[in-house]
C-alpha cells in the first residue's frame, strides 16, 4: 500500500507534465508558424534594402576616400608650387612636374569663362562645363567626367586656383585629371564576379560609367525621357518619375523593377563633390537564397525547438528512475568518505613516529649525556638546555596533532608572538645533532645579511617547518652526505616594518622524480622505491609544512633531481619586532677566521666587519698557521683566531696546537662548529682552545661571544637576578592535580614565595573570598576542574564584593594551550597564560610583571 501511495503521486506527476508540455509545444509551434508566415511577405524587400544600402553606402564611402585623396594631393601641389620667386615658364614646369610625381596624366588651367589651358597631356574639356565651373566659383571641389582631344575619358579634379595663364590673367582654378579607368577599377563596377552591379549616372540619366550588364540600359533611356518631358500613366512610368525626382532633389531611392520577367532590386545614392548617382542593381534570385536560407534556419530551429521538448520529456521519465539511485550513491559516497577520513586519522596517529622520535632522539640522547657527565655541572646545564628546547617542540608536535582537525579543514590558525631567529635556528640545530652525527653527515650553516633578528611570527610554527625540511634532508641523505642550511635576509615589498627572510635547505641526498615533486604536498605521501623502504615517515610533513607556509602567507619552493639531491626554498615576510638597540661595535680588532667553506668565511667576515672587527680568512689549518707566523715575526699578531673544528687535513684542534706551539697562550683561539661542544671540549682545552661558537654565526652571536675579550667580564648571558627575589609574596593556586601541585610548590619555593592549595574552582573562589584585603599577591589558575572550571571561577572572583576583586592578577595555568582557549582566559577576566609543562622563564617573567 505504502508503495502503491507513494507510485500515484509520481504518475500523475508524470502525466500532467506530458500533457502540459505537449499543448506547450503544440501553442510555441503554431504561434512561431503565423509569425514566420507574416513576417516572410516583407522579409525579401527589407533585406534587399538593407543589404543594398549598406552596400550602396560602403561604394560611396569607398568613392569619397578615392575623390578625397586626389584632391588632396591637388591642393599638395597647390600649397608647395606658389607664384613667388617663379616666372611663368618656370611656374608652369613645377606644376607639370608636382602633378606628374602625383600621377596625374593632365594638368591643366581653368578661366572664369570655362576655357581650359593644357599644361601637360592632351587638351580636356568636362562634357558638361556649366556646373563644374560654377562650382569652381564657388570655391568648391569638383570632380566631373571631360574627353581629352583623343575622344578618350577622363576624369576631372577641380580646385579654385590663382594662377597666371598665358594671357596674363589669372585662372580659376587648377584641373588635375586621370583616365576614366582609374575610377572604374577602383571601384570594381565592371567585376562581373560581383553580386551586385554599378552603373553612375547623372542627374539627367544619362550614363558616367556604364556597367557592362545592359538590362538596365532601356531603363536609363527611359528616365533621361522622363526627365526631358515628365509622365505618370504606367506604374514604370510612375517609378521612373519617383526616380527623376530623386535625382533632382539629390536625394536616395530604392524600388524593385520586373525586368525580363525577373524582379531586380535598386537602390540609388548620391555621390560627394559631383552631380553624379550612383545606382546599384541586385537580381532577385540573390535574396531568394537568402530567403530560402532563413527559411532552413526556420526549420532548423523549429526542428530543434521539437527535439528539446522530446529531450526534457525524456530527462522527466529518466529523473524518476534515477532519483532512488542517485541517493543511494550518495549514501555509498558519504560511507566512504567516513571510512577514509578514520582511515586517515588512524594512520596519521600510526605515524606519527617520524616526527615524534626527532626530538625524542635528542631528550633521550642529552639525557644519557648528563647522566654520563653528573660531576660537570656545566655539562650537565648545557645537556638541560638543549633537552628543554627539544621538549618545547615535542610539546609543538603534540599541539600539532591536536589541531590537525583544523589543519585539514583549512582553518589552521597562528600564535604570534616575538621571536628570535638567532634562537629558533641554534634550537633547531642542537635538534638535529644527533640525527647529523648518527649518520656521519657533513652539517653547514650559512647566515648572510640577517641585520633583523627579532620578528613577530609563530615560533612553533616556524620550529616545525624547519624542522620537517632538515629531518627530511637528514633521512634520505646518504651516510656521508651534505646538508645546508642558510639564511639571509632583503626589503620586504610589504613596507619598512617588514623583513623578508629566505631559507635554504639543500642536501644532496636521493633526490625526487618529477613524478613525485607534483604531489609532494599531498598528505600521507611518500616516494616509493627499494631505496626508502626503510625510511620511517608519516608522510604528512610536507603536507603540514605546506600549510602552515600558506598560513604565514609565504612560499615554498622545492627543486630535486633523483641521486643528485634536494634543495627547498622557504620565504615569508616578517613583522620586525621593536627591540633595544644595543650598538654593537668591537675594538678594531685584527682577526683571522679559518673554515673550509669559503662562504662561511665571507659571510662571517662580513659581519665581523659590520661590528667593527678587521677580519681575514683562510681555508685550511696550514694556512692558517703560515698567516699567524708572518704577523707574529712582522709584530701584528692577530688579536683572536676563531677555527673550524672540521678542517681538511689538520683539523682545528691540530692547528690550535701548533698556534700554541709558535706563539705561546697569549692570543685567543675560539672553535666554530655546529656539533656539540661537549663532545671534543676536554681535547680542545688541552690543545689551547680558549673558549667554543656555536654556528650559525649571527652577528648577535659574534658580538655576544666576543665582548668578553674586550677586557671586561661582562657577557650578556650574565643577567642580573637582582628581582628574581619574591620572598613574602603568597599566591594562590588553583590546581586539581597533586603532582602538578608540587611541581608548582618546588619551582616558585626557590623564588621565596610563600603557596595556597585550592584543589578545584569552587574551593579557590572561597579562599578568596574569606582572605583579607592584600592577603594574595595573584591566583594561578587551571582551567579543567571539577565543580567550576578555571573560566568559571575567574568570571565569579572578578564579580565578588571584595577589596581585591577587581585588581588581583589572575594567570591562567593550563594545557589548553591554543589560540582559542587564550582568548577565552582573557574574556573571563584573566590577565595572562601559561601553557603546561611551565616554562619557569615566563612565570617568573610574567610574576615579575604582575607582582614587581
Not at 28 to 47: A, D, H, P
Not at 179 to 198: C, F
Not at 384 to 406: A, Y
Not at 533 to 555: P, Q, R
Request: glycine share 6%; with cysteine; aromatic share 8%.
Amino acid at each position: 500500500m505504502g508503495r502503491s501511495k507513494q507510485k500515484n503521486p509520481t504518475t500523475r506527476f508524470l502525466l500532467y507534465s506530458f500533457i502540459g508540455l505537449l499543448l506547450f509545444s503544440v501553442v510555441v509551434f503554431s504561434l512561431l508558424g503565423i509569425y514566420m508566415n507574416r513576417k516572410s511577405k516583407n522579409t525579401i524587400y527589407e533585406v534587399g534594402e538593407i543589404y543594398m544600402s549598406g552596400m550602396n553606402e560602403q561604394m560611396s564611402r569607398h568613392f569619397e576616400n578615392i575623390i578625397k585623396l586626389r584632391f588632396d594631393q591637388v591642393d599638395g601641389i597647390i600649397s608647395v608650387v606658389s607664384t613667388e620667386n617663379h616666372n611663368k615658364e618656370s611656374l608652369y614646369e613645377e606644376l607639370v612636374y608636382r602633378a606628374q610625381v602625383r600621377g596625374f596624366g593632365y594638368l591643366a588651367l581653368c578661366s572664369d569663362e570655362g576655357e581650359f589651358e593644357t599644361l601637360c597631356g592632351e587638351p580636356i574639356q568636362p562634357i558638361n562645363p556649366p556646373p563644374f565651373v560654377e562650382a569652381l566659383k564657388q570655391g568648391a571641389q569638383r570632380v566631373a567626367v571631360g574627353v581629352d582631344a583623343d575622344g578618350n575619358d577622363v576624369v576631372l579634379f577641380g580646385v579654385r586656383a590663382a594662377y597666371p595663364m598665358q594671357n596674363g590673367e589669372k585662372c580659376l582654378g587648377l584641373i588635375a585629371a586621370v583616365p576614366l579607368d582609374y575610377i572604374t577599377d577602383l571601384l570594381s563596377l565592371e567585376d562581373e564576379g560581383q553580386l551586385t552591379y554599378y552603373y553612375i549616372i547623372r542627374p539627367d540619366g544619362t550614363f558616367v560609367i556604364r556597367n557592362p550588364n545592359n538590362e538596365l540600359w532601356a531603363y536609363f533611356e527611359q528616365l533621361q525621357t522622363q526627365h526631358d518631358s515628365p509622365a505618370d500613366d504606367s506604374s514604370l512610368e510612375n517609378s521612373l518619375a519617383e526616380f527623376d525626382a530623386a535625382l533632382r532633389s539629390d536625394k536616395k531611392y530604392t524600388t524593385i523593377l520586373k525586368i525580363n520577367g525577373e524582379d531586380r532590386q535598386i537602390y540609388g545614392t548620391p555621390l560627394p563633390c559631383s552631380e553624379w548617382y550612383l545606382v546599384g542593381v541586385m537580381p532577385y534570385g540573390i535574396l531568394d537564397q537568402t530567403i530560402n536560407s532563413l527559411s532552413a534556419q526556420r526549420m532548423y530551429i523549429t526542428l530543434l525547438a521539437c527535439a528539446s521538448v522530446l529531450i526534457l520529456l525524456t530527462l522527466i521519465f529518466l529523473r524518476y528512475f534515477s532519483m532512488t539511485r542517485l541517493q543511494l550513491q550518495e549514501l555509498e559516497k558519504t560511507r566512504k568518505l567516513a571510512i577514509e577520513a578514520n582511515k586517515a586519522k588512524s594512520e596519521f596517529l600510526a605515524n606519527m613516529s617520524h616526527d615524534i622520535r626527532t626530538p625524542m632522539n635528542a631528550i633521550v640522547g642529552m639525557t644519557a649525556i648528563a647522566t654520563a657527565h653528573i660531576e660537570d655541572r656545566e655539562q650537565v646545564r648545557n645537556c638541560l638546555r638543549k633537552i628543554t628546547l627539544s621538549s618545547k617542540h615535542l610539546l609543538g608536535l603534540i599541539n600539532d596533532v591536536l589541531d590537525m582537525s583544523k589543519i585539514e579543514s583549512g582553518k589552521l590558525s597562528l600564535t604570534i608572538e616575538q621571536i628570535s631567529l638567532k634562537e629558533v635556528v641554534e634550537g633547531i640545530v642542537n635538534i638535529m645533532q644527533p640525527q647529523v652525527k648518527a649518520k656521519k653527515q657533513n652539517f653547514e650553516i650559512h647566515v648572510d645579511n640577517i641585520l633583523t633578528e627579532n620578528v613577530w611570527c609563530d615560533g612553533v610554527r616556524l620550529n616545525q617547518v624547519l624542522l620537517n625540511l632538515l629531518s627530511n634532508a637528514t633521512k634520505y641523505t646518504p651516510e656521508g652526505g651534505s646538508i645546508r642550511l642558510s639564511l639571509f635576509e632583503e626589503k620586504s615589498p610589504r613596507g619598512d616594518n617588514y623583513v623578508r627572510i629566505h631559507i635554504r635547505v639543500k642536501d644532496n641526498g636521493i633526490g625526487m622524480t618529477p613524478e613525485f615533486l607534483k604531489r609532494i604536498y599531498d598528505s600521507y605521501s611518500r616516494a616509493d622505491g627499494t631505496r626508502i623502504h626503510k625510511t620511517e615517515g608519516a608522510g604528512l610533513g610536507m603536507s603540514i609544512t605546506k600549510y602552515i607556509v600558506d598560513a604565514m602567507e609565504g612560499t615554498i619552493d622545492v627543486q630535486s633531481e633523483p641521486n643528485k639531491g634536494t634543495e627547498f626554498h622557504f620565504t615569508a615576510d616578517f613583522e620586525k619586532a621593536a627591540t633595544t638597540e644595543v650598538d654593537m661595535v668591537l675594538p678594531p680588532w685584527n682577526m683571522l677566521v679559518v673554515d673550509d667553506d669559503e662562504l662561511l668565511c665571507q659571510t662571517a667576515a662580513n659581519a665581523l666587519k659590520s661590528i667593527g672587527i678587521k677580519a681575514e680568512w683562510t681555508l685550511s689549518g696550514e694556512n692558517a698557521i703560515e698567516l699567524v707566523v708572518q704577523h707574529h715575526q712582522k709584530r701584528d699578531d692577530y688579536q683572536i683566531i676563531l677555527l673550524d673544528w672540521k678542517l681538511p687535513g689538520m683539523n682545528g684542534i691540530q692547528a690550535a696546537k701548533e698556534i700554541r706551539r709558535n706563539l705561546g697562550d697569549d692570543i685567543p683561539i675560539l672553535l666554530i662548529s655546529a656539533y656539540d661542544w661537549s663532545e671534543f671540549e676536554t681535547e680542545a682545552r688541552e690543545a689551547g682552545i680558549s673558549g667554543f661558537i656555536s654556528k650559525p654565526l649571527f652577528k648577535s652571536t659574534l658580538f655576544y661571544s666576543l665582548r668578553q675579550y674586550m677586557g671586561s667580564e661582562e657577557s650578556h648571558d650574565r643577567i642580573s637576578d637582582q628581582n628574581l627575589d619574591m620572598t613574602g609574596r603568597r599566591i594562590l593556586l588553583a590546581e586539581d592535580n597533586e603532582l602538578n601541585w608540587e611541581v608548582a610548590k618546588e619551582l616558585l619555593a626557590a623564588l621565596g614565595i610563600e603557596l595556597d592549595w585550592a584543589e578545584d574552582g569552587q574551593i579557590c573562589l572561597e579562599m578568596f573570598r574569606k582572605s583579607s584585603e592584600g592577603y594574595y599577591d595573584a591566583i594561578l589558575m587551571d582551567i579543567r576542574m571539577p565543580h567550576m572550571t578555571g573560566y568559571e571561577a575567574a568570571k565569579a572572583i572578578r564579580g565578588l564584593d571584595h577589596p581585591d576583586a577587581l585588581s588581583i592578577p589572575i594567570l591562567a595555568m593550563s594545557a589548553d594551550a591554543f589560540s582559542d582557549d587564550i582568548r577565552q582566559c582573557l574574556e573571563c577576566g584573566m590577565n595572562a597564560h601559561i601553557a603546561k609543562p611551565i616554562d619557569v622563564k615566563e612565570l617568573t617573567r610574567l610574576l615579575k610583571r604582575y607582582l614587581l
